[in-house]
């Protein structure tokens, strides 16, 4: 959990705080992981599949497969290779307000949400239930 996962676990609910936990550890996306599948499968677009952007991934594998992947993926690979990490960070912090926000009592006194990296594809949602957040 990421110390903003566990600040926001401080403004929920005590008997909410279990379903918290449980569904950040289930949609949490792990940075190892796609560090892992970054290096290995960056190429054609492994790691993008991983976070949720099949978008991305699609485009990659097809890049990659066309001849232009020396041109596309092999930038897109070694640079994705050094931020991915930080792309797991954001999106686990997303998914805690997020999470926050449906245990939250009445309305969230947290601080506001973290950055939202513009990827081209929305979030996905969060136990089925599509909520966004509210920048003011």
């Keep these: 959990m990421t110390p903003y996962a566990q600040m926001l676990l401080a403004h929920i609910r005590p008997e909410a705080q279990g379903a918290y936990a449980y569904e950040y550890r289930q949609y949490a996306k ?17 790691e993008s599949y991983y976070m949720g952007d099949a978008r991305r991934g699609i485009l990659m594998t097809i890049a990659f497969f066309t001849g232009i992947g020396l041109f596309v993926t092999v930038p897109m ?9 930080g792309e797991c960070d954001t999106y686990n912090d997303y998914l805690a307000y997020m999470l926050a926000y449906r245990y939250s ?32």
């Design 105 to 136: 009592p009445d309305t969230i006194t947290a601080p506001e949400p973290p950055h939202v990296p513009q990827s081209g594809s929305p979030r996905p949602t969060i136990g089925g239930l599509p909520m966004r957040a509210q920048n003011a």
């Design 77 to 85: 690979w070694i640079a994705r290779c050094f931020t991915i990490s």
């Design 30 to 46: 792990d940075p190892t992981v796609a560090l892992t599948l970054a290096a290995v499968l960056g190429l054609i677009g492994g």
